[in-house]
C-alpha cells in the first residue's frame, strides 16, 4: 500500500474473516472487563486497551491511524474540532511562562486562540511573517521558546510555507516545528518529508469534503528528539505524577506526544471526537484523493479565468504561474496546492458585494474546502463593521473574495462567475 490513492481507501480499517466489511461505529462510552485488576491496569497505562471513549475509542483510533499513514507518521488523535487540535498540539509541549514562534498568515480562528486565550493561560507568542529571513525568524526566539507554529498553505492569504527554513531555525533552536496542513492535505503535500514535526488538520474541510463534520487531528512524525532537549520538554520526559511517575519518552519512545496529548490533554480537556463524525470522517477520506484533483484542476481552470479578466484586479492563487508563492509551491506541492482562491473586482467593496450577490452556482456560506463552490466576502460580511481603511490594516482588501472553487463541472462554475462579472459593469 505504497501509493497515497490506495491508502485513502485501504488504510486504518483491515476487517478479518466474517466482520464488517466498512468501518464499524463503535457508539459506546465504555467497555467490559472482567476483572478489576485488569481494569486497573488499564488505568495506569501498564495494559492496551480501550475503557472510557473519553480517553480512546477504536472507531476514532482506526481513522486517526489512516490520516497518521496519509502525513507519513506514528501516531494520531482525533480532536472534536480543528481548533481543538490545534490547541492541544501546542498545550502539549508548553505551560504558562513559555513562549512559541508562531507564522502571522493563519486562520483567524488560530490567531485569536493563540494572542488572547494562550495568552491568558501565561503562554506567550511571537508572530512572524510566512516571509521572514532567517535572521528575522531567528530574532524571534527566547531562552523559553517551545515550539514554532505556520500553516502549510495560509486560510485566507494563501501564503505557501518556506517549510525548510522554518523547520531548519526550529531545530537549530532544539524545538519541533508544528504545522497545519488543513489546505494541501497530506494528498498534495507531506511537510514531514520538510522537516515538520508535528502535523494538524481541521478535518472539516478537504477531509471531511461535504460540509458534514466538524473535526480535527493531530498527527506525530516520531522525528523530534524530545530527550535531546529534555529540560526544555520536562512534561515528556521527566515523571507524570498523575500516572505514578511514568515518563512518555521511556514508555513509549516515538508514541510519547500522543500519549500524552491523549492521556493528559483529552482526559482533563476532553474535547473528543464522537465515534459517529469519525465514521463520516472516514468514508471523506476514501474519495480524498480523487476530490483533491478535482478541486485543484478546477480551481486552476477557474484561476486562469479571473487572471484575463479585465473585471478582475487582483488575484492569488499559489498554483498560478506568476502567483508570489508559485515557485514555493511547485517545490513543496507540485501536483497542487488546494481549491481556494482569492480575487478581487474592480469597482471596490460595492462592486464585489454586487458581484457576490449575482452568482447562481456559488454559494454564500462561512466555509471553505468542500465539494460545493462557495464564496466569502470578508467586508460584507466577518469584517463589515470595519471601515476600508482598518481593514486594510489588517491585511484584507475590501474587495477581497475567497472563493472555495468546488468538484462541479469547471465550465458551469467559470459561466457563473461570467455571469455576476456582468452585473458590475
Ligand atoms: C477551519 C480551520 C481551522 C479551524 O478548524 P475547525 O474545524 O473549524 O475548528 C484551523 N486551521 C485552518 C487552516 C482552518 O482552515
Not at 474473516?17 to 495506569?44: A, C, H, K, W
Not at 532544539?174 to 489546505?183: K, W, Y
Request: charged share 20%.
Amino acid at each position: 500500500m505504497s501509493h497515497i490513492e490506495t491508502k485513502c481507501v485501504q488504510s486504518g480499517y483491515r476487517p478479518k474473516n466474517g466482520e464488517p466489511r466498512i468501518l464499524p461505529i463503535v457508539q459506546s462510552t465504555t467497555f467490559l472487563y472482567e476483572s478489576s485488576e485488569q481494569m486497573g491496569r488499564l488505568f495506569d497505562l501498564e495494559e492496551n486497551g480501550y475503557f472510557y471513549s473519553r480517553l480512546q475509542n477504536p472507531t476514532c483510533d482506526t481513522v486517526a491511524a489512516k490520516i497518521a499513514d496519509l502525513e507519513g507518521g506514528v501516531a494520531a488523535m482525533l480532536t472534536s474540532s480543528g481548533q481543538a487540535a490545534n490547541f492541544y498540539a501546542v498545550f502539549n509541549v508548553c505551560k504558562a511562562g513559555d513562549h512559541v514562534v508562531s507564522s502571522s498568515a493563519i486562520y483567524g480562528g488560530t490567531y485569536n486562540l493563540f494572542s488572547v486565550t494562550m495568552k491568558k493561560l501565561g503562554i506567550d507568542f511571537t508572530f512572524v511573517s510566512p516571509d521572514a529571513s532567517r535572521e528575522e525568524l531567528e530574532a524571534a526566539f527566547r531562552p523559553n521558546t517551545k515550539a514554532v507554529f505556520a500553516e502549510s498553505i495560509s486560510n485566507p492569504s494563501l501564503c505557501v510555507l518556506d517549510f525548510e527554513l522554518f523547520a531548519d531555525v526550529a531545530h537549530e533552536h532544539g524545538v519541533p516545528l508544528i504545522v497545519d496542513n488543513t489546505f494541501p492535505t497530506p494528498i498534495n503535500c507531506r511537510p514531514f518529508e520538510y522537516g515538520v514535526d508535528i502535523v494538524t488538520h481541521s478535518t472539516t474541510k478537504y477531509m471531511d469534503g461535504h460540509a458534514a463534520t466538524i473535526g480535527g487531528c493531530i498527527v506525530d512524525s516520531g522525528n523530534f528528539d524530545w530527550n535531546k532537549y529534555a529540560d526544555k520538554f520536562p512534561g515528556l520526559t521527566t515523571p507524570d505524577d498523575s500516572y505514578h511517575g511514568i515518563t512518555y519518552t521511556e514508555k513509549f519512545g516515538k508514541g510519547a506526544y500522543i500519549v500524552k496529548a491523549t492521556a493528559q490533554l483529552m482526559r482533563d480537556l476532553g474535547s473528543i471526537q464522537s465515534p459517529h463524525n469519525a465514521f463520516l470522517i472516514n468514508i471523506g477520506l476514501e474519495t480524498l484523493a480523487l476530490r483533491m484533483e478535482k478541486h485543484c484542476k478546477n480551481a486552476l481552470a477557474v484561476a486562469k479565468y479571473l487572471k484575463d479578466s479585465p473585471d478582475v484586479a487582483y488575484i492569488t492563487y499559489p498554483s498560478l504561474e506568476g502567483d508570489k508563492y508559485y515557485d514555493r509551491a511547485m517545490k513543496y506541492m507540485p501536483c497542487g496546492t488546494c481549491g481556494v482562491i482569492s480575487f478581487g473586482v474592480r469597482g471596490g467593496r460595492q462592486a464585489a458585494t454586487r458581484f457576490m450577490d449575482s452568482l447562481k452556482l456559488a454559494a454564500i456560506v462561512t466555509h471553505v474546502a468542500d465539494a460545493r463552490t462557495c464564496v466569502l466576502h470578508p467586508a460584507s460580511t466577518t469584517h463589515r463593521q470595519l471601515t476600508d481603511e482598518q481593514m486594510r490594516e489588517g491585511g484584507i482588501e475590501p474587495d477581497l473574495l475567497r472563493l472555495s472553487v468546488g468538484i462541479e463541472n469547471a465550465d458551469d462554475i467559470i459561466a457563473d462567475i461570467e455571469q455576476a462579472l456582468k452585473t458590475i459593469k
